[in-house]
């Protein structure tokens, strides 16, 4: 079983991270409270959505809809509900680290208020995230359209922030090389996947999909982060994660729900290394200036480069600049000038003899980025 850790516990532990990859019982905010400052690198977190159902309702058949009416999703009015909203969003700031990001899934019920509260907070919103259902409940009394979606928040915690993970190329090339776009088509939960207890009820009223938080996981955090869902229900986030080699960190009161989610991420086995390895594109590699170049001696001032067919050359100088024809720039400006261009990649069209060949100095780019990859 994934380990339970009491708030009571939490808040007298003197072991650094004994909390990671457990689930603490008791209130969201009270919890949140008693854990270190910027400690946690994703907050994922589908509160209670304030579903105010007045009354039972009924399928054409006279059947009863299994609908959310339970004790915790119940607020006694907007104000209070607000009040809650901004108690936990505040206590999920100082948790999450500076280029930390958060996630939280709503629905029409609830997501403006928690996306004007986010906004009062300071919190940037990235994208919102549009889950189409592909098999929603119907609208049994034909009175409005039927309800098809959920919507996400992504937010970095102020709009200062740079550096917060995204795997823009992973997300990129398992989506056929098409950019990744912000409304995502995911069956509701059901089947397999979809606890029950030995009545054959639903152990959670509202458990979300695998791979909705596969997705969230996967495009917003790296092998090893720690992914904290303050509303951890049945323990979704926390199989994800497991399974996607993350660590995470569950809140949840509800002991039974707690012993579900408990169950749940203990039968998950994580993926193997090579499997989690996240694919990065260009933009994800170190800066290197063509100075590095020659400051490295790998380019020698007074040295000649050429493009690929010997058309034009220039003069590598001392300060990392090029010269040719009486004049100098960047190996971008100069090779768009020889070419009488607008704009060139200095990096593909300009080569250097290596003795056999003419190679573009994007090779020696390359020695360097890896020489920086080693340790020691
Ligand atoms: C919408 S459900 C989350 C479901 C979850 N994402 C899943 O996949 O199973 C919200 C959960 O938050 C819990 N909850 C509500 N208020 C809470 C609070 N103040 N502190 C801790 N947990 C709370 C509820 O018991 C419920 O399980």
Known sequence: MASVFP?????????????????????????????PT????VIFADPPYNLQLGGTLHRPDQSLVDAVDDEWDQFASFEAYDA????????????LKPTGTIWVIGSYHNIFRVGATMQDLNFWILNDIVWRKTNPMPNFKGRRFQNAHETMIWASP???VKGYTFNYDAMKAANDDVQ?????????????ERLKGDDGKKVHPTQKPEALLARVIMASS??????????FG?????????????HFVGIEREQDYIDAASARIASVEPLGKAELTVMTGKKAEARIAFNVLVESGLIKPGQVLTDARRRHSAIVRADGTVAA??????????????????ACNGWTFWHYDDGQSLRPIDDLRTIIRNDMGKVG
């Open 7 to 35: 708030l009571a516990d939490l808040r007298t532990s003197a072991t650094p991270g004994s909390w990671v990859d457990t689930i603490i019982k008791g209130d969201c905010v009270a919890a949140l409270e008693a854990l």
């Open 38 to 41: 910027h400690s946690v690198d």
């Open 84 to 95: 809650f909203t901004r108690a936990w969003l505040l206590a999920c700031r100082r948790v």
């Open 158 to 160: 102020s709009a200062k």
């Open 180 to 192: 990744m776009r912000s409304d995502w088509l995911f069956p509701i939960c059901n089947g397999g």
């Open 222 to 231: 790296k092998p090893g982060d720690i992914i904290l869902d303050p509303f």
């Open 234 to 246: 049945s323990g979704t986030t926390g199989a994800v994660a497991k399974r996607l080699g993350r």
């Open 325 to 342: 024809g009486g004049e100098a720039g960047s190996i971008h400006r100069l090779g768009a000038k020889v070419q009488g261009l607008d």
